[in-house]
């Protein structure tokens, strides 16, 4: 069972540049997220989806664009990278309900110059 | 005002201490609660839910004070092993979860 998978793990990107981040999930769950983790700040929301055709803005949701044709699939797009997306990325997915914790990807390391 | 905060440590305790962590969130709707770990440079995985009652797993206990808008976490008997950053998460009615910075624990032979 691969669980939350991510890719790429490492990716440095110039001012300006556009790429996605890919996030895949096995287990069939509905919900959906990613987060930022920046140093002392913990992670924070970016987007997040609790079905196929639905997304919702998180806290922080500036300069990142999101999808989700298929249960599996969740990517992220940063649309023109600046040096203050330079984070580490996770995904992360669940069940929908309160008492369902969220199992989280390996994460995605960015660096934008 | 952060939604969840946690005492940012770092905790450096020997072998075999007892440590505690506390949190408290600001969103009195809030549904349900964990503590996650977090290894360096990995990514977070739950180390257990936490239930209105407190609930109890091996060397960990966790309560929660809905009142006060609180909640811990309890380690016994610490081990080398344990050392790692303890996140606090709280989770709101959109399902969406809100994370504490974290506390950084050392545990030291």
């Known amino acids: 069972n691969a669980g939350v998978t991510q890719t790429p793990k490492f990716q440095v990107l110039k001012t300006g540049q556009s790429m996605t981040l890919q996030c895949a999930q096995d287990?069939?769950?509905?919900?959906m997220s990613w987060y930022r983790q920046d140093p002392g700040m913990g992670l924070r929301l970016i987007h997040y989806?609790?079905?196929?055709?639905?997304?919702d803005q998180g806290e922080v949701p500036n300069g990142y664009n999101v999808s989700r044709s298929t249960t599996e699939d969740f990517p992220l797009r940063l649309l023109s990278a600046a040096p203050s997306q330079t984070s580490v990325y996770f995904c992360?997915?669940?069940?929908?309900?309160?008492?369902?914790?969220?199992?989280f990807g390996p994460g995605t390391r960015l660096t934008v110059t | 005002r952060k939604e969840v905060e946690q005492d940012p440590g770092p905790f450096n305790v020997p072998e075999g201490a007892t440590v505690a962590f506390n949190c408290t969130y600001s969103?009195?709707?809030?549904?349900?609660f964990f503590w996650y770990r977090q290894d360096c440079r990995k990514e977070p995985k739950l180390l257990m839910s936490?239930?209105?009652s407190g609930n109890e797993d091996g060397r960990f206990t966790a309560q929660l004070n809905r009142a006060s808008q609180y909640i811990s976490l309890l380690i016994r008997d610490s081990k080398l092993s344990d050392s790692a950053t303890y996140l606090c998460?709280?989770?709101?009615?959109?399902?969406?979860?809100?994370f504490g910075a974290g506390t950084r624990l050392t545990v030291k032979p």
């Open positions: 969103n009195s709707a809030s549904q349900s």
């Open positions: 992360a997915s669940s069940y929908l309900g309160q008492r369902y914790e969220q199992y």
């Open positions: 287990m069939n769950h509905e919900y």
């Open positions: 936490v239930y209105s």
């Open positions: 989806s609790v079905g196929a055709g639905i997304t």
């Open positions: 998460v709280v989770k709101g009615n959109n399902n969406d979860m809100r």
